[in-house]
């Protein structure tokens, strides 16, 4: 079984900055897909950065040179590093990660539990 823990979230100023950790446990044999999602209230859950196996990686247009993320394969861990952060960067958010496990061809997703993040005066 793969276990994602986050870590990171809280309450910010505007313009302040965050850092949001995910880091998986378990059977995985190999990551194919890190991401960060975000679900704000009455809204959709949306892809805030995604990073594949490869290193590439795909922003929404609304963080694009305000967030970034990067991975530690060897710790299996994902990050958003989170600056300039404005009001309406304030949801739930989750991390996702495609895998496969020992002795699987098949890929699968996990989700994390999510952690809030407030941003606000």
């Known amino acids: 079984q793969v276990r994602l823990v986050e870590s990171g979230g809280g309450l910010v100023q ?3 900055s965050l850092r949001l950790s995910c880091a998986a446990s378990g059977s995985i044999f190999s990551i194919y897909f890190m ?8 809204k959709q859950r949306e892809l805030v950065a995604g990073m594949s196996s490869g290193g590439s990686t ?3 247009d609304s963080v694009k040179g305000r967030f970034t993320i990067s991975r530690d394969n060897a710790k299996k861990t994902v990050y958003l590093q989170m600056n300039s952060l404005k009001p309406e960067d304030t949801a739930f958010y989750y991390c996702k990660v495609k895998y496969s496990t020992t002795g699987s061809a098949s890929i699968s997703a996990s989700w994390g539990q999510g952690t809030q993040v407030t941003v606000s005066s």
Do not use: I
């Open 58 to 60: 795909n922003n929404a």
């Open 14 to 16: 505007p313009g302040g």
């Open 35 to 42: 991401g960060w999602y975000r679900q704000a209230p009455g």
